[in-house]
Antibody, heavy 123, light 111 residues
Framework: QLQLQESGPGLVKPSETLSLTCTVSGGSISSSSYYWGWIRQPPGKGLEWIGS???????YYNPSLKSRVTISVDTSKNQFSLKLSSVTAADTAVYYCARRSDGYNRYNWFDPWGQGTLVTVSS | QSVLTQPPSVSAAPGQKVTISCSGSSSNIGNNYVSWYQQLPGTAPKLLIY???KRPSGIPDRFSGSKSGTSATLGITGLQTGDEADYYCGTWDSSLSAGGVFGGGTKLTVL
């Protein structure tokens, strides 16, 4: 059974870089044609797609975050990671990692999801 | 302001049926596939429907999805108190600002 688990600091200072890692267990990140994604949810608000990555390193990013986001993959550790630079209080959210559908982007669904990790941006 | 529009809330009595709408445009719902997610309080979203109307293994057939033009609908029959949750639609937007998009979410209350 595929499981995903987010890890990283729960508190980040304004203007610094948020860094999170998603560890995949129960399956290989590179053994299929699935993508792997990051989604966030500010407290009390809806979901926002951040970006997705294929095990080869091919990425898609949310245009509104693209200038600040980097998603990378480490197949040897069965992990993929998120870096978000120059954070502000508006980046405070629960960050989820998830497996994305394989194939074309037009099928863009996510399953399963990690439990999520709250990242607070504050000095 | 979400790209996909959902009603903020819906409600119905136990045992009844409810539908949740998700409205978009030709660049997203109109030419791509829709998925639906259930988020119980304090938990991560869970995939309910993918590819417009397919249910993952383990999702009861009380949940159904449909799409027509630039709108999609989630239907839930035989409502249970355990269905009280936030529901989100999602798809891909193929416009110049291409990327994944979600609706703003709908809070379902089972009276």
């Amino acid at each position: 059974q595929l499981q995903l688990q987010e890890s990283g600091p729960g508190l980040v200072k304004p203007s610094e870089t948020l860094s999170l890692t998603c560890t995949v267990s129960g399956g290989s990140i590179s053994s299929s044609s699935y993508y792997w994604g990051w989604i966030r949810q500010p407290p009390g608000k809806g979901l926002e797609w951040i970006g997705s990555i294929y095990y080869s390193g091919s990425t898609y990013y949310n245009p509104s975050l693209k200038s600040r986001v980097t998603i990378s993959v480490d197949t040897s550790k069965n992990q993929f990671s998120l870096k978000l630079s120059s954070v502000t209080a508006a980046d405070t959210a629960v960050y989820y990692c998830a497996r994305r559908s394989d194939g074309y982007n037009r099928y863009n669904w996510f399953d399963p999801w990690g439990q999520g990790t709250l990242v607070t941006v504050s000095s | 302001q979400s790209v996909l529009t959902q009603p903020p809330s819906v409600s119905a009595a136990p045992g009844q049926k409810v539908t949740i709408s998700c409205s978009g445009s030709s660049s997203n719902i109109g030419n791509n596939y829709v998925s639906w997610y259930q988020q119980l309080p304090g938990t991560a979203p869970k995939l309910l429907i993918y590819d417009n109307n397919k249910r993952p293994s383990g999702i009861p057939d009380r949940f159904s999805g449909s799409k027509s033009g630039t709108s999609a609908t989630l239907g839930i029959t035989g409502l249970q108190t355990g269905d009280e949750a936030d529901y989100y639609c999602g798809t891909w937007d193929s416009s110049l600002s291409a990327g994944g998009v979600f609706g703003g979410g709908t809070k379902l209350t089972v009276l």
